[in-house]
């Protein structure tokens, strides 16, 4: 008797203990589906796309300097009056510009460029390695007579900052030491440190070769001031309404056809 009384408590213990295991063990929560977003419906309006402005209209108070000029519509109108030492090509490569060669030392220090013969100016003026060093000057040294008070954040963007900056160790801070004029159709930029894309920078618009005469007036590129090109246009007439680009008859390479026809917005 007592022997079927503790079986019977010893299975309940047991089917009890049992029971509550099961309910101890983790629950695996339902699996359900990430909601899938329904297509946006054909009849929705699509987000205007801007378009592009006409490239015949620009704003009015555009600047013919490309040394100083910070806007996309006074690049737009620079890039057509005014050539550098080196252009690019298509594919981006540099191509002789005002310099129909260059060679560099092999330490790349020192960029020896030779001059083309027939480079000139619109009015007519031989393009010398004076001119060029009185360029390159203007953009690196402060102390140049034909800085003005531009910024220049071209220069800056491109090479550092100007002569005579230095950084915290004391070296300076632009990698471009000086410019050289050799004789009469050699100029020479001297680096204090290689910059292997140099060709590459000096093709920018921003450093583009203008005549120094005209720089000394203290008010170039504005519409009060007399434009002397190095590119293939020059500027013909200019208005508070327009600007008319002609082809420049002087220019080296190939003279282009027909006029550009500019009007402000």
């Excluded at 490239?55 to 910070?70: F, H, K, R």
Aim: with cysteine; aromatic share 10%; net charge negative.
């Amino acid at each position: 008797m007592y022997q079927r009384i503790f079986s019977s408590r010893f299975f309940v213990l047991v089917l009890f203990a049992m029971f509550l295991l099961a309910a101890c063990q983790p629950q695996t929560p339902p699996v359900t589906e990430e909601p899938v977003a329904s297509p946006m419906p054909a009849t929705e309006t699509p987000v205007p796309v801007e378009e592009p402005s006409d490239p015949n209209m620009l704003q009015s108070d555009i600047l013919l300097d490309p040394a100083l000029a910070v806007d996309a519509d006074s690049m737009r109108v620079n890039q057509h009056l005014y050539t550098g030492l080196v252009v690019l090509d298509a594919n981006g490569n540099p191509q002789p510009g005002i310099a129909e060669s260059w060679t560099i030392s092999d330490d790349q220090l020192t960029y020896i460029f030779t001059l083309r013969s027939d480079a000139a100016f619109s009015d007519g003026s031989p393009i010398t390695p004076d001119d060029v060093a009185d360029n390159v000057n203007r953009w690196l040294d402060p102390q140049s007579p034909l800085r003005g008070t531009g910024e220049y954040e071209a220069w800056r963007e491109f090479f550092a900052g100007f002569l005579g900056e230095e950084d915290a160790d004391g070296r300076p801070v632009s990698p471009v030491d000086g410019v050289q004029k050799v004789d009469f159709n050699t100029v020479i930029i001297h680096l204090n440190r290689p910059v292997p894309e140099l060709l590459t920078l000096l093709a920018n618009p921003a450093f583009a070769v203008l005549q120094p005469g005209s720089l000394a007036e203290g008010n170039y590129g504005m519409i009060s001031s007399s434009i002397i090109s190095s590119g293939p246009y020059i500027v013909s007439s200019w208005t508070a309404d327009s600007l008319t680009l002609t082809p420049n008859s002087a220019y080296w390479g190939e003279v282009p056809q027909g006029d550009l026809q500019f009007s402000f917005r």
